[in-house]
């Protein structure tokens, strides 16, 4: 009789690879990083859909009454608002850009919060001053309002770490759950599926299938705003503007300074800047910008920011008229329109309403994502024990190849020192982990 030796059972590893830690990534990520992830989505959406309701709020300041044949000079038009609001200082002049359009005067005074104005609309007809607005850069009231709860949730600096936040973890924890949910629809034989949810299942298989493909849809514009809201973040955007230095990319301005005496602005240097720049070839809308002192001249600058974009730039001696400077947005760096371009977008003005439409359906899309998220975390968490449920198996730094576990360790530190706050977050899941794991290790050798 044949003796079969007993075999000692084989205890099966882990699987190896990206997967485990990716997984483990949009796990902690998800649940720590989710809720800020989905106020800025309800807060972008709310900022997206406003700017015909801001219009509308503020129709009596925007048109004027009744157009008429020809427009003052905008030295009288300066004057009026003189009149009616002394204080401050002129910062800059937006002549109409249509027939029924009013103009507006920004004034540079203290009793506005920081980067805000006071602008001032006076019917370029008549002269009348139709009202004075509290206004950040184009943005009136009601828009300004949505745009800096989308930013800082009204709670200044420390409010703008929130969407910095969001920022720079929505990309990461949207490539990551590209890739798992890809991976999930090769092993179960759907690739083919990978943008369509499975109607004919159920419960979590349900949730999950609307979770990934939803995701597909967005991942492009999830990834631009992310990359968009990180340019213009507190500190994540200090890396980027010193990224377009280094590159020469940022975009070109125009100098002031005029070549010959100190010059001097008449009391008509307006017009005699806005004919000039108009012969030059500029069309509206237009920015003034009055000369900074003796020795400067008007800056003039298009400012159409719905494609196609306008961005030309002069200056103008108000002396004598002559065009002393000039960039044309051709001429800026490829990066530096990209960047522009991609921020006009961020911002739901580059394609006009269907830039708005396409911002809000991602924003709802995201929502649905993150929602989804947790429904399936809440399906999956214990009764009792741990509070967030079981996390993925840990250890994959270590199963991996020393050179490839190195990469990722590198890569890791170099995007935290670029994007600080994605860095210290990082860096404190990566020690709550290790805390935890110790604290389980312990228990389970005590209770061996």
Known sequence: MTTIPEQTPVRQRPPGGLRPLLTRLHFYAGVFVGPFILIAAVTGLLYAVIPQIDSAVHRHELTVEHVGGQRLPLAEQLRAARAAHPEGAIESIRPPA??????????????????????????????????????????????????????????????????????????????????????????????????????????????????????????????????????????GGETVNLLQQRLNTTAPAVDTALPRSAGFDTPGGADVALRAATDAGLAGPLWMYPPAGAGHGWEIAENKRDWPTRYDAVVVDPASGAVTDRVDFADWPLLAKLTNWAIDAHMGVLFGLPNQILLALTAIGLITVVVRGYTMWWRRRPTRGRVLGRPPLRGTLRRLHPLAAALLVVAGVGIGWALPLFGLTLAAFVIVDVVVGAVKRRKETADA
């Not at 507006?104 to 370029?124: G, N, Q, S």
């Not at 989308?150 to 990551?176: K, M, T």
């Open 98 to 235: 249509a027939a029924d359009d009013t103009t507006r005067i920004r004034l540079a005074v203290d009793d506005v919060p920081p980067d805000y104005a006071r602008t001032v609309f006076v019917d370029p007809y008549t002269g009348e001053v139709r009202g004075a607005l509290t206004t950040y850069g184009e943005w009136l009231p009601v828009r300004a309002w949505f745009d800096e709860l989308h930013r800082n949730l009204h709670l200044g600096a420390l409010g703008r770490n929130y969407s910095e936040l969001a920022a720079s973890w929505l990309w990461v924890i949207s490539l990551a759950g590209l890739v798992l949910w890809v991976l999930h629809r090769r092993d179960t034989g759907r690739l083919r599926r990978i943008a369509a949810p499975d109607r004919d299942s159920g419960g979590r298989r349900r949730t999950l299938s609307w979770h990934g493909a939803v995701g597909v849809w967005i991942i492009v514009a999830l990834l631009g705003l992310s990359v968009t809201g990180i340019t213009w973040s507190r500190y």
